[in-house]
């Protein structure tokens, strides 16, 4: 029955409650919708939503109902940023749309950086009809192989050359006035357009032959290219999808730009009424990562702290001045080991985890990789590091005041568990030159350091094979480490000496 599952305790407002009041209410008790009874009858709901509506009004935002088509050629631009054989590819695909009588657009990032002038190699293309028909066609002139989800009516066409291609299928829609206003020809397309996250990512651009370079602009793109703002096109975007939040801010500082106000207060909306809390882990983590794999990544996290968005990463995460300077010596631990040239795999988006997770309680830190659904290997490293890696740090810093170098030996024990991330992300949390080196003699050298000896070459020399093989390899190591012994004869006199009787 209903009434097992139902909750019975929740608060209520009149007609006559005041909006703040109401804010009040949908905040404190978290309550999504607040019934509103008028002599204990229920009379109407308010929902989150209907209040976010009320709050932001609607001035500021790209409306669609007032979204007008300016159109512009980029015929001149095109060549002048872009290299001739990606050109050429485009203008193939303008034939082919043509031959096969589709309307096939280029969209999004290629578009909107075209106009900053600025060479974008991501192709997106919409097509209205069937994209993935389309897609096919493609990549069979191309001679390229094509990945298709049938389901979502996109294809991804990748070229020989390297050059990948985005599909994605605008459903042709159908009015009863004539096809000549332009609302009614660009229909589809616009209502694809209006589903993107902010006007400057609304600009599309023609490919046909006929209309060739031909740029569409309904929702104030340009215009807002040219402000240097980052606006949504309407006052739910936010609720519509949360992640916009933290796209929002990429995109502000990636292209320097500012969030526009009335956009900014839709978003300090959405996070007051942790909407932004509603998204999913991956999702979170997934925009996460694209903003830490920007080039300027302290401003953007220093906007995320500053908007309040940090604690839907984690409940008490913060970006404060030590988080800034831990941020900046991570970044010149990682120039510094790519420098190296070492080649082995190395995932930077960890080490700015650790960073940015540095000050967590473990057990905030523990639920927190979950809550992100990350990958097995990533929560063990970010969870079950720490603790060693804070350890050694500690003893290293110990041994560095005692001695200033301690025995290589010793260095190679305390960081041998470690992860190169881990490895990096200690660097840059060294407080001392002294620990520095150490930590950098253990990446470049220590590490790879090994005895000729092994436990065939004992066996050999009579030893009976058991446990005290390790402590023997260990001790001929050591030795190694600490520059005692460095052949492979030296090694086996050092066995015949201490361990053969
Ligand atoms: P980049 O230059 O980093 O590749 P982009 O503009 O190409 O950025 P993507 O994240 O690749 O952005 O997304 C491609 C397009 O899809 C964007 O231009 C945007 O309009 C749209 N888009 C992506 N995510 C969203 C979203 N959450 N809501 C609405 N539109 C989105």
């Known amino acids: 029955m209903i009434s097992e599952i139902m909750s019975s ?3 209520h407002a009149t007609p006559a409650t005041d909006i703040k009041e109401l804010q009040e209410m949908i905040l404190a008790q978290r309550q999504r919708f607040i019934p509103i009874l008028e002599q204990e009858e229920l009379v109407g709901v308010v929902t989150r939503t209907d ?9 500021g935002t790209a409306s669609a109902s007032k979204s007008r088509l300016k159109r512009k050629n980029l015929g001149r631009l095109l060549p002048e940023i872009v290299p001739t054989d990606l050109l050429e590819r485009l203008k193939q695909l303008g034939e082919m749309a043509e031959k096969f009588d589709h309307k096939v657009y280029l969209v ?6 075209l106009l900053l002038r600025k060479l974008n190699d991501d192709i997106d293309i919409v097509v209205e009809g069937d994209g993935i028909a389309f897609a096919e066609r493609v990549a069979e002139q191309l001679k390229g192989r094509i990945k298709a989800h049938r389901k979502f009516g996109t294809a991804v066409v990748i070229c020989p050359a390297g050059l990948k291609i985005d599909v994605a299928t605008a459903r042709i829609e159908y009015y009863a006035s004539p096809a000549a206003l332009p609302e009614v020809e660009y229909a589809s397309i616009r209502h694809d357009l209006y589903r993107r996250d902010f006007s400057i990512n609304t600009l599309a651009m023609i490919l046909n032959r006929s209309k060739f370079g031909q740029m569409i602009d309904f929702f104030g793109g340009q215009r807002d290219l040219k402000d240097r703002s980052i606006r949504v096109l309407h006052n739910l975007s936010f609720v519509e999808d949360p992640t916009r939040a933290f796209r929002a801010v990429r995109f502000e ?11 900014e207060r839709l978003l300090k909306n959405a996070v007051a009424m942790r909407v932004v809390g509603r998204v999913g882990g991956r999702r979170i983590l997934n925009e996460l990562r694209h903003i830490l794999g920007e080039d300027q990544v302290v401003p953007a996290l220093k906007r995320l702290d500053n ?10 995460l913060v970006f404060d001045a030590d988080a800034e300077k831990l941020f900046s010596a991570a970044e010149k631990a990682r120039n510094w ?17 650790l960073c940015l997770f540095d000050r967590l309680p473990r057990r905030e830190l523990k639920r927190t990789v979950v809550a992100l659904e990350m990958k097995m290997s990533w929560q063990k490293l970010l969870v079950d590091e720490i603790v060693p890696a804070r350890k050694s740090l500690a003893a290293l810093e110990r041994s560095c005041m005692r001695t200033r170098q301690p025995a290589a030996s010793k260095i190679y024990h305390w960081l041998r568990p470690l992860s190169l991330e881990t490895l990096i992300f200690l660097l840059a949390r060294a407080k001392t030159e002294e620990v520095r080196r150490a930590v950098s003699h253990y990446v470049t050298s220590l590490r790879h350091q090994q005895t000729t000896v092994d436990g065939h070459a004992l066996t050999a020399m009579g030893l009976t094979p058991g446990a005290a093989y390790a402590q023997i390899l260990k001790s001929l190591l050591d030795a190694r480490l600490d520059g005692k012994i460095s052949t492979a004869e030296e090694e086996i006199a050092l066995v015949k000496k201490q361990f053969l009787k």
């Not at 320097?256 to 956009?263: A, V």
């Open 337 to 353: 080991f790519e420098l190296l040239y070492t080649g082995e795999p190395f995932e930077p988006f960890l080490v700015d985890l």
């Open 9 to 11: 305790e929740f608060a």
């Open 108 to 113: 999004g990032g290629f578009v909107r950086d």
């Open 51 to 59: 209040l976010l509506q009320q709050l932001v009004g609607n001035n």
């Open 307 to 316: 908007l309040g968005l940090l604690p839907f990463v984690s409940p008490s």
């Open 253 to 263: 500082q990636r292209l320097g730009f500012s969030i526009g106000g009335q956009t």
